[in-house]
């Protein structure tokens, strides 16, 4: 199996930037496909960004133009460059990863392997 460990969460104030931090336990293939989500207090969880094994990505529109999702094979980490955070940016985060294919961002529950999430605080 995967184990996903994620980092980098913080508080931080609005118009500030962070860098997630996604390790893998095993080697990050080019096959894979990795993503972003996050969870607010009350809310459902939401898809934020995604790389697929082309090197393709997607994002939300809530967060186009201010994330970059990337990725780094042989470190096995999956990143998510934030930047011009938000107060509604506020939430818990979470890498996920699918062997073999690449689900929508809305699919979340086809996504194989989950990690434990890191905490993001906006303040405005």
């Known amino acids: 199996q995967v184990q996903l460990v994620e980092s980098g969460g913080d508080s931080v104030q609005s118009g500030g930037s962070l860098r997630l931090s996604c390790a893998s336990s095993g080697y990050i293939r080019s096959s894979d496909c990795m993503a972003w989500f996050r969870q607010a207090s009350g809310k459902e969880r939401e898809g934020v960004a995604k790389i697929d094994n082309s090197g393709r990505t997607t994002y939300s529109e809530s967060v186009k133009g201010r994330f970059t999702i990337s990725r780094d094979n042989a470190k096995n980490t999956l990143y998510l460059q934030m930047n011009s955070l938000k107060p509604e940016d506020t939430a818990m985060y979470y890498c996920?990863?699918?062997?073999?294919?690449?689900?929508?961002?809305?699919?979340?529950?086809?996504?194989?392997?989950w990690g434990q999430g890191t905490q993001v605080t906006v303040s405005s």
């Open positions: 996920a990863a699918d062997r073999g294919s690449c689900p929508l961002l809305r699919q979340r529950r086809l996504f194989d392997y």
